[in-house]
């Protein structure tokens, strides 16, 4: 009796093991050495650079990106910026947690919630938000001096709007991620290169002309169908500007307030043409079941050759150059319109994301130098001859080892824009001779990328080349639309509001739901006058109300 | 002269010490965390925790107010309901006819066959069952060979309920033979002598002493699946679905993943889930009365 006492009360000691278990990590807040040189400064254009005194840490976190090709011995906590931060700034930097990247989001809230946040981290648009509201994240606009980069300043004038949306009162309370540029917002219509050839036909201006090709191909190659779709609708979408629709972006409407654009009447036109084109037969039967996957398969396979993608679609199609051969690429074309005139391309907000730095770090300047760093050497290294050529590819691992640092890693609109899409154009007229010095190492990380694709008549260096070195690449195309000023700006320039985030993407999934039944021929096109009145009776209105009070005209 | 009291402790008070460490668990994880309940009433916000501002019913208003919710309670049901069924009918019937094989070892061959896809995950079986089930798929094409024309088993949304809930009694009625073929084979086979003397057949025999008996486990394994009434398989809908069956095929929980989850937006989770919750509570009650009051059967 008194044995098995003894036994249950060891038992009821273990009790603690249950708890321990999952746990164990530890996260401080900013902490040790203070920033020496905090008002120091060296001279020239390097002024930013100056190395602490004493070793400063700085906290961050993390999430993996498996596709990184890391140097032997290396991983995300510990590799050639780490060491780099360290030779060049006296900083150690400190990862208290790496997530995948599917959990990122939730493991910062549950850091959020617990109050136990790094020095630098990176944020969602409705996080950042919240956090300053809740006066966690420190007030950056008297560190900028000091401690940003001129190229980060570049950058930041790059994307007025986008840098606009990180300011509070005045006030920079981050530094947004940034995009690539609008230009790169713009989507594309990828027509297959041989079959083109073969049917003679020019490039399509109108939809009309579109129709012509998708017969073409369809009659050359028995078997196949006329234009790829999936259950998303994304390819809908994607073909606003053919009916000058703006889908999914926030623009003004006829009386002034700040509408939705996938339940404007162009949308309507849009769905028509499609719920035609499924009855015509030149989507597949089955498009509302399969994914993107399917289509891009479907392009290998030779079964279409007509399809609405991003800039970067080479990257995805690069799997039909292999199967089908070198000629068989898919090559961009501007989307032609009902009319046949130029259309207007609908851009969205070029931001997803905010590197913010803790309140209560002690150590800002450090992390605001962090940031420039990798400015520097993604885009200023070698131009000052500092590094080397072969020392900033240990940093950029072929493009994908860049974006190791992300708590850190502003993207580049400044360098990645229309700048480096010339230089490319003028590359790719030029029998692929570099004529202009690159201005950034990226560029020339860029052009060895795609250089497999000339040199060796490799498919590896596909995805890059059709981006930018083809004589009518995807970013050239897009860089004349810019140029030309036929785009509009999404009204939401930041966060969406509370009161519509609430609703998650529920109210776009009820516009794909209805719009797939429109085009399947299940409900007719009137039905669409239905849907838009659900879809403001879900909280649609509550959402436009919301969106007119944060980012409409009266402030 | 100890007390009963005393007596008790020590009799059973070794017992309840081992269970101890298992209970203050389950109140440290399942219980404690009940306050987070109050999510649902308020506008959550992580950077403000638990002192984010109340808002009452607000999100309980919110999401009944949004048709796309109010059916998918509807199809949940629907969907649940059916899979309870075949989730027995089906398992009770095989293992009946799995009783009647003579041979062990073809016996048990069968019996791990059925049971192993129940431990594949559906994020594999959907791909299986994506190309099975597609135009030009294996399916169709027995369709095509009898004189039919194609079918669209994922994208109509009549069908959709009807294939979920076929893969997935298929997926997991292995599970449910081997509990039901080891109550058959618990039934004292003197009754099987005894009524072979009456001159009982097979089927005579079958229907009035196998099911009889088998009963209590039926009933034991339906109470235990009423509880889930309200979960109609996230994991397999989510997989396997698209916009266009949303009308018959979105449950509560693939609703509430695109609600809540997708964005962070916890507050509206919660609010599901509590109804989730309270709906449950009154139907597992329910099936507990019912147990106790049909089958004779009561779980305490």
């Given at each position: 009796m008194k044995r098995l006492l003894i036994l249950a009360a060891l038992l009821v000691a273990l009790v603690p093991l249950a708890f321990a278990s999952g746990g164990g990590e530890t996260s401080a807040t900013g902490t040790s050495a203070t920033a020496g040189d905090f008002g120091k400064r060296i001279g020239g254009a390097n002024y930013w650079m100056a190395k602490f005194d004493q070793p400063v840490t700085l906290h961050v976190v993390n999430f993996e990106r498996p596709q990184t090709p890391f140097l032997p011995g290396d991983g995300t906590t510990k590799n050639e910026w780490t060491r780099g931060i360290k030779e060049f700034l006296n900083i150690d930097i400190v990862t208290d947690w790496v997530s995948d990247s599917a959990g990122y989001t939730a493991k910062l809230n549950l850091a959020i919630a617990s109050k136990e946040l790094p020095d630098v981290f990176r944020c969602d648009p409705i996080q950042f938000t919240q956090l300053v509201e809740a006066g966690m994240v420190a007030d950056l606009t008297d560190y900028q001096a000091n401690n940003l980069s001129g190229m980060v300043f570049k950058i930041m004038e790059a994307a007025p709007v986008v840098t606009a949306s990180a300011k509070f009162n005045g006030r920079l309370m981050g530094l947004p991620t940034y995009g690539y540029g609008d230009l790169w917002q713009i989507y594309d219509l990828w027509i297959r290169n041989d079959w083109m050839k073969q049917s003679g036909l020019p490039a399509p201006k109108s939809i009309a002309d579109l129709e012509k090709i998708m017969d073409s191909f369809m009659k050359a190659n028995p078997g196949s169908y006329g234009m790829g779709a999936e259950k998303t609708l994304n390819e809908v979408f994607k073909s606003g500007a053919a009916f000058n629709a703006k889908p999914r972006i926030w623009v003004d409407g006829p009386d002034g307030s700040i509408v939705y654009g996938s339940v404007q009447p162009e949308m309507k036109a849009a769905i028509a043409k499609w719920a035609e084109w499924y009855k015509k037969g030149y989507l597949r039967k089955d498009f509302m079941a399969i994914d993107q996957r399917a289509i891009v398969g479907d392009i290998a396979a030779g079964k279409v050759g007509v399809h609405f993608m991003e800039n970067w679609a080479g990257w995805v199609y690069v799997d039909a150059v292999k199967a089908l051969g070198m000629d068989a690429f898919m090559a961009p074309y501007e989307i032609p319109t009902e009319s046949g005139k130029p259309g207007i391309f609908p851009i969205g907000f070029d931001n997803g994301a905010y590197l913010v730095v803790n309140k209560n770090s002690k150590v800002i300047p450090a992390a605001l130098k962090s940031i420039s760093f990798v400015s520097w050497v993604c885009m200023e290294a070698t131009s000052q001859g500092i590094l080397t050529d072969a020392q900033v590819d240990r940093y950029l691992l072929k493009g994908e080892g860049r974006h190791t640092m992300i708590p850190i890693e502003l993207n580049d609109p400044y360098g990645n824009g229309p700048a480096m899409v010339e230089w490319a154009h003028k590359v790719g007229l030029n029998n692929y001779q570099i004529t202009e010095p690159a201005m950034t190492s990226e560029w020339k990380a860029q052009y060895d990328q795609a250089a497999p694709w000339w040199r060796?008549?490799?498919?590896?260096?596909y995805g890059r080349w059709i981006q930018q070195y083809y004589p009518q690449s995807s970013g050239w195309q897009n860089l004349q639309v810019i140029k030309q000023g036929r785009y509009v700006a999404t009204r939401l320039t930041g966060a969406m509001p509370a009161e519509g985030a609430a609703y998650g993407s529920t109210l776009d999934e009820l516009l794909v739901e209805g719009f797939t039944k429109i085009i399947v021929g299940e409900q007719p096109l009137s039905y669409f006058d239905t849907l838009v009145a659900q879809w403001k009776s879900s909280g649609g209105d509550v959402t436009t109300k919301a969106v007119n009070r944060a980012y409409g005209k009266k402030k | 002269m100890p007390s009963r009291l005393q007596k008790t402790l020590s009799r059973e008070g070794p017992y309840y010490a081992l269970i101890l460490p298992a209970v203050i668990v389950v109140f440290v994880f399942h219980y404690v965390p009940l306050y987070g309940v109050v999510i649902a009433f308020q506008r959550f916000n992580v950077a403000r925790g638990f002192s984010s501002p109340w808002v009452g019913f607000a999100n309980f208003q919110q999401i009944f107010s949004q048709v796309q919710f109010l059916r998918t309670i509807g199809n949940t049901v629907f969907i649940a309901v059916l899979k309870i069924i075949g989730g027995i009918l089906v398992p009770v019937t095989f293992s009946l006819l799995l009783n009647e094989i003579g041979n062990v070892l073809v016996k048990r061959f069968f019996q791990t066959l059925v049971y192993l896809p129940y431990f594949l995950s559906w994020v594999i079986l959907a791909g299986v069952f994506i190309d099975m089930l597609s135009l030009s798929g294996i399916v169709n094409k027995a369709v095509v060979f009898a004189g039919g024309k194609p079918i669209q088993f994922l994208a109509d949304p009549t069908l959709f309920p009807w294939v979920m809930v076929v893969t997935d009694v298929w997926k997991g009625f292995g599970f449910g033979t081997v509990v039901y073929l080891a109550a058959i084979t618990s039934i004292d086979p003197g009754l099987y002598e005894a009524s072979l003397v009456d001159g009982a057949g097979r089927w005579m025999q079958t229907r009035r002493i196998t099911i009889p008996l088998l009963a209590p486990t039926v009933v034991l394994m339906t109470v235990l699946s009423l509880g889930n009434v309200l979960n109609a398989g996230f994991d397999q809908i989510y997989n396997l679905y698209s916009p266009i069956v949303y009308s018959r095929g979105d449950i509560i929980d693939t609703f509430v993943y695109r609600l809540g989850i997708v964005q962070a937006q916890y507050s509206v989770g919660a609010a599901v889930g509590l109804f989730k919750s309270a709906v449950s509570a009154v139907l597992i009650s329910l099936s507990l009365f019912l147990a106790d009051r049909f089958a004779g059967y009561w779980v305490f």
């Open positions: 060796d008549k490799s498919p590896t260096g | -």
